[in-house]
C-alpha cells in the first residue's frame, strides 16, 4: 500500500456568520486508505466536507486544498466530481421513481450522439457497475422499490460510474442495519483495494474501528489528533478525543423498578401492508411493558419494528389493523393518532425531519403541538402560558437554542431530538412508543437521551424502545423482543442479551418462516 | 432618532411590498395628474377590489395548508351571485331571508368541494378546477345567460351604502373621521396593551423605536384614509364589513388553535398528522371557509353592480392568489399572514384602479398586472434571500 498523501487541506478555516465552523483544520488523505473522520455533531465535519466538494466554492473559505499534488479551487462540485471527487450524503440523491440504471447514470447519461441516451449501454455499463459493488438487481427497476441498504450500493455505483478516486460517504450505515452496515463497510475494503480512496464520516466507532487505516477526530471546528495504525485505536481514546473527556459509561446507570402489577399489553396484533391491503405485515404480535419498564424490540430493517409502533398508534400506519391493546387491563382502543394521544400513547417517530418536526417553525411551536390544549382554553392559545411551558421544557431536556423563538431547523441534530422527545411528554403520555431515537446524533447528545429514557421510566411510563442498535438494546433496556420478518421471533432478559444471541433469533425467526 | 432610522431600515427591508405599494400609488398620482387619490376615487377603489380583500383572505387559509389554492372562487361568486338574483329579483325575495339563503348556499357549495377534497382525497386544484367549471356552467344555468336586475335597495346597501353623517351635510364627512380617529384610539390602546403586558410577562417584544413606527404609520394610513373618504360620502356599510373580516381572519391567524394547526399542516403535514391534527378536517374546513367568502364576496359585487350575470367573478381567483403571494405567502405552505394579503389586495387594487383611470384597456390590464406581480415576488424574494445570508 503507498503512503502517497492523495488530499491535503491545508489550514482551512470557514466563518459562517457568527460562528466559526472551521478554524485552521488541516487534514491528509492518503491513496488507497479509508480514513474516517469522526466527531460530536457541529464539530465541523460536513463542513471539511462541503468546502472539500466545493458545496462551499473556493473564496468562501480561507487554506488551501491540494488533490494529486495539485491545488483546487472548485466553484461547485461538478468541479471537484471532474478531478474525481465523489460525495454521498447521508440524504440519497437519488430519484425513486427512475430506474437503477437511470439513476446510475443520471447527469452523467450514456449516449449515442449529442443528447439521445444509448439505453444499450446505459443497462450495459449499469450491469458492470452494480456487480462491482455487489449489487444484484435489474438495473430496470425503480429505485424505490430497492431497500435503503441496496440503494446505498447504488450510489456508490453511480460515484463509481464518474471515475472516482476520492469517495466521501456522510454517515453511510445510519439507515442500515448491521447486516448491511456489514456488507457496505466490506465493499469499500474491496474497493480500497482496486485503487479507491474514502473518507467516511461515522458516529458508529466500532465500524470506524473495523475499517479505517486512519482516524482524524474534530472537535469544535479544530482537528484534535489522526490516529494511525502505529497507534492503540480504541473505543474509549476515540469517545476522549472526540468529547474532551473521558466516557466511562456509555449508558447511564439504572436505577429502575418496574411496576409488573401495570402493564400495558399488545395482544395478537396484525396488520396488512398500507398500499398493499393483501400484504400481511404484522402477524400476530404479542407483548408488554410494565410501568417503569424500558422494553426494546430489536430486528433487522424491514422486520417491521417501525410498521408495528405505529400502527399501535391510532393505526397511522397500515389497513386491517386487528388485535387488542390494554393498559392496566383496560382495553385502550386508539383509531387515530388523536385518540392514541388521548390515550397516553406517544409515538417518538426516527424520521425527524420528514415527520416529526415542522423545520420552519419555532421552537415552540414544534414543542406544544401535540397538547395545544394545555397552554389555552376556548380553541385559543395562551402565549403566556405557552412560553413558561416552553421554557420549562427547554431547561428540563437541556435544549441549545438562543430562544425558543428559533426555527428548529436552525438547531443541531441532538437538539432537535431533544425537541421532539419534550414535545411527546408535554403531551403527558403514559406509554412511550421510540423509534430510534438517538439516530444521527452524537455521542454526548445520546448519553442525554439516554437519562432521559431512564427518567421517563422511572416515573412510571411504559417505554417500547425501537433500534437498529444491538448495543444500545443491550445497554438500555430491561427485557428485549426480537422481531423477524413482522412476528415476534424471542424474547431474552436484558441482562442476558448479548448482539450474539438476539442475532440467532433472527437468523432463528427467519427461517422458522420459510419452513 | 438613530434607533428610529435602524427600525425604519428593518422594517423596511421586512416589508418591501409595503415600500413598492406607496412607490406604486405616488407614481400613479402623478400619471393621473392627482386623480388617484381624491376622495371618490379612494372610495370607488376600495368598493371596486372589495372582492380581492374578501377573497384573498379565504385564500390564504388555504394555502397555509399547503400551497393549496382555491381556483373556483371566481365561479362561486357568479354561482352565488345568480342565487341572489334569482331569489330577489324573480321571486322578490326580502332582503335578509334572501342574504341568509344564499350563504348557506355558500357553504354547502364549500362543503362539496370540502367532500371531494377531505373524504374522496381529489388534490385541491383538480377539486377547484372542476369547481371552477361546475359552479360557472350552474350560473349561466341558472340564469339563462341573462343579466338581471334591479336589487332592491336595503340589499344594494350592503355594497354601497354609506352612513349619514352626524354633522349634517355640512361639505366634510365628519362621522368618517371620527370613526377614524376612533379606530385609530382603539388600535394604540390595544397595541399599547398587549406591548406592555407581554413586556411584563417577558414575552417576546418589538423594541419601542418599531413600536413607535407601527403606530406612526397606521395612524397616518387610517386617519389619511378618513380624512380623505371624508371628501365624498364618508365610511360605507362595506368597509366596516371588511374591517371586521380582518380583525376575525387576524384572530383566526395568531391566536386559535385551528390556525396554529393551519400552520402546522404547511409546515410539515405527515408531522402534524402524527401530533393528532385532523389534517382532512381542517382541508374541508378551510375550504368552506373559501367558499363563504366567496359568496360574501358575490354578494358585494352583485348588490354593487346591481346586477346578476354569469359572467361576473371572472378571473377573480387569479387576482386572490395574486394578492396572496404578493403578501409574502409561502408557495409551500406554513407561512403567510392576513396583513401581506391586504398589503398585496391593496396593490392589485391600485393597479386595477389606476390603469382604468389612466385609460389602458382590459387586454394590457392583465398583462400588466401579470408582469407586476411576476417581477414584485422575484424582488421579494430576492431581498429576503440577501437578508437571510446577511444573518
Known amino acids: ?515 | 432618532m438613530n434607533s428610529l432610522r435602524k427600525a425604519a431600515q428593518s422594517n423596511l427591508r421586512q416589508y418591501t411590498m409595503g415600500v413598492a405599494l406607496v412607490v406604486l400609488v405616488l407614481v400613479l398620482q402623478f400619471v393621473t395628474g392627482g386623480t388617484m387619490l381624491r376622495p371618490l376615487n379612494i372610495s370607488n377603489l376600495l368598493h371596486q377590489n372589495m372582492y380581492v380583500f374578501v377573497l384573498g383572505m379565504g385564500m390564504l387559509l388555504c394555502i397555509l395548508t399547503g400551497g393549496n389554492i382555491d381556483l373556483s372562487v371566481g365561479a362561486v361568486v357568479a354561482f352565488t351571485g345568480a342565487i341572489c338574483g334569482v331569489l330577489m329579483v324573480d321571486l322578490r325575495m326580502s332582503t335578509l331571508p334572501a342574504v341568509l339563503i344564499v350563504l348557506g348556499a355558500g357553504l354547502l357549495v364549500g362543503a362539496w368541494q370540502g367532500f371531494w377534497i377531505a373524504v374522496v382525497k381529489v388534490h385541491p386544484w383538480i377539486t377547484t378546477l372542476a369547481g371552477s367549471l361546475l359552479f360557472r356552467g350552474l350560473a349561466q344555468v341558472i340564469l339563462d345567460g341573462r343579466s338581471i336586475g334591479p336589487f332592491p335597495e336595503p340589499f344594494q346597501f350592503l355594497a354601497t351604502g354609506f352612513f349619514t353623517d352626524v354633522a349634517g351635510g355640512s361639505g366634510v364627512h365628519l362621522l368618517s373621521i371620527l370613526i377614524g380617529a376612533a379606530g385609530t384610539l382603539v388600535f394604540v390602546g390595544v397595541v399599547l396593551f398587549f406591548h406592555f403586558r407581554n413586556r411584563k410577562l417577558g414575552l417576546p417584544t418589538s423594541t419601542p423605536a418599531q413600536l413607535a413606527l407601527k403606530i406612526i404609520l397606521v395612524a397616518l394610513f387610517v386617519n389619511l384614509l378618513a380624512w380623505r373618504l371624508a371628501g365624498y360620502k364618508g365610511i360605507s356599510f362595506a368597509m366596516l364589513l371588511l374591517v371586521g373580516l380582518i380583525l376575525l381572519f387576524s384572530f383566526i391567524t395568531k391566536k386559535s388553535v385551528f390556525g396554529r394547526h393551519l400552520y402546522a399542516m404547511g409546515g410539515n403535514i405527515k408531522a402534524a398528522k402524527l401530533s393528532g391534527i385532523n389534517t382532512a378536517r381542517l382541508m374541508f374546513t378551510v375550504y368552506v371557509i373559501s367558499a363563504l367568502m366567496a359568496t360574501v364576496a358575490a354578494i358585494l359585487v352583485t348588490a354593487r353592480l346591481n346586477a346578476a350575470t354569469p359572467k361576473a367573478g371572472v378571473g377573480y381567483e387569479t387576482d386572490a392568489i395574486a394578492a396572496c403571494f404578493l403578501g409574502g405567502a409561502s408557495i409551500s405552505g406554513g407561512s403567510g399572514t392576513v396583513f401581506g394579503v391586504l398589503v398585496g389586495a391593496l396593490i392589485m387594487g391600485v393597479l386595477n384602479n389606476g390603469m382604468s383611470l389612466l385609460g389602458v384597456s382590459i387586454d394590457w390590464q392583465a398583462a400588466i398586472k401579470g408582469l407586476v406581480v411576476l417581477v414584485a415576488v422575484a424582488f421579494d424574494m430576492y431581498f429576503k434571500n440577501r437578508q437571510r445570508s446577511s444573518i
Open chain 1, 1 to 515: 500500500m503507498s503512503e502517497r498523501v492523495l488530499l491535503e487541506m491545508r489550514n482551512i478555516t470557514k466563518v459562517f456568520p457568527g460562528v466559526k465552523a472551521l478554524d485552521n483544520v488541516s487534514f491528509e488523505v492518503r491513496e488507497h486508505h479509508i480514513h474516517a473522520l469522526v466527531g460530536e455533531n457541529g464539530a465541523g465535519k460536513s463542513t471539511l466536507m462541503n468546502v472539500l466538494s466545493g458545496v462551499h466554492r473556493h473564496g468562501a473559505y480561507e487554506g488551501e486544498i491540494l488533490f494529486d499534488g495539485e491545488p483546487c479551487r472548485f466553484r461547485g462540485i461538478r468541479d471537484s466530481e471532474a478531478r474525481g471527487i465523489v460525495i454521498i450524503h447521508q440524504e440519497l440523491a437519488l430519484v425513486p421513481q427512475l430506474s437503477v440504471a437511470e439513476n446510475v447514470f443520471l447527469g452523467n447519461e450514456r449516449l449515442s450522439v449529442s443528447s439521445v441516451v444509448n439505453w444499450a449501454r446505459t443497462f450495459f455499463e449499469a450491469e458492470k457497475l452494480l456487480s462491482q459493488v455487489g449489487l444484484s438487481v435489474d438495473p430496470s427497476v425503480p429505485v424505490q422499490s430497492l431497500g435503503v441498504g441496496k440503494q446505498q450500493l447504488v450510489e456508490i455505483a453511480k460515484a463509481l460510474s464518474k471515475d472516482v478516486k476520492l469517495l466521501i460517504l456522510d454517515e453511510p450505515t445510519a439507515a442500515l442495519n448491521d447486516e448491511e452496515s456489514d456488507k457496505l463497510l466490506d465493499l469499500l475494503v474491496s474497493l480500497k483495494k482496486s485503487g479507491i480512496t474514502s473518507i467516511i464520516i461515522s458516529h458508529k466507532l466500532s465500524e470506524v474501528q473495523r475499517v479505517a487505516d486512519e482516524i482524524t477526530i474534530l472537535r469544535d471546528g479544530a482537528t484534535i489528533e489522526t490516529l494511525g495504525r502505529g497507534d492503540e485505536i480504541t473505543e474509549a481514546r476515540i469517545i476522549r478525543g472526540m468529547v474532551g473527556r473521558d466516557m466511562a459509561h456509555r449508558f447511564p446507570p439504572v436505577v429502575r423498578s418496574p411496576d409488573p402489577s401495570r402493564r400495558f399489553e399488545v395482544r395478537n396484533w396484525s396488520v396488512y401492508d398500507a398500499q398493499d391491503p393483501g400484504r400481511a405485515k404484522l402477524e400476530d404480535v404479542t407483548l408488554s411493558v410494565a410501568a417503569g419498564e424500558v422494553v426494546g424490540v430489536a430486528g433487522l430493517m424491514g422486520a417491521g419494528r417501525t410498521e408495528f409502533l405505529k400502527s399501535l398508534f391510532g393505526r397511522a400506519y397500515g389497513s386491517r389493523v386487528t388485535g387488542e391493546m390494554l393498559l392496566d387491563g383496560q382495553p385502550l382502543r386508539a383509531r387515530t393518532p388523536s385518540e392514541a394521544i388521548a390515550r397516553g400513547l406517544a409515538y417518538v417517530t426516527e424520521d425527524r425531519k420528514g415527520e416529526g418536526l415542522m423545520l420552519g417553525h419555532s421552537v415552540l411551536m414544534n414543542l406544544t403541538l401535540s397538547n395545544l390544549k394545555r397552554v389555552g382554553s376556548h380553541n385559543t392559545v395562551n402565549p403566556k402560558l405557552e412560553q413558561v411551558e416552553g421554557e420549562r421544557l427547554r431547561e428540563d431536556f437541556r435544549i441549545k437554542a438562543p430562544d425558543l423563538y428559533q426555527a428548529v431547523g436552525n438547531l443541531s441534530g441532538g437538539n432537535q431530538q431533544k425537541v421532539m422527545l419534550g414535545k411527546w411528554i408535554f403531551a403527558e403520555p403514559r406509554v412511550l412508543l421510540m423509534d430510534e431515537p438517538t439516530r444521527g446524533i452524537d455521542v454526548g447528545a445520546k448519553y442525554e437521551v439516554y437519562q432521559i429514557i431512564n427518567r421517563l421510566a422511572q416515573e412510571g411510563r411504559h417505554v417500547l424502545l425501537v433500534s437498529s442498535e444491538m448495543a444500545e438494546l443491550i445497554g438500555l433496556c430491561d427485557r428485549i423482543y426480537v422481531m423477524s420478518d413482522g412476528r415476534i421471533a424471542g424474547e431474552v432478559a436484558g441482562e442476558t442479551a448479548t448482539q450474539e444471541n438476539i442475532m440467532a433469533l433472527i437468523i432463528k425467526g427467519a427461517r422458522e418462516k420459510v419452513l
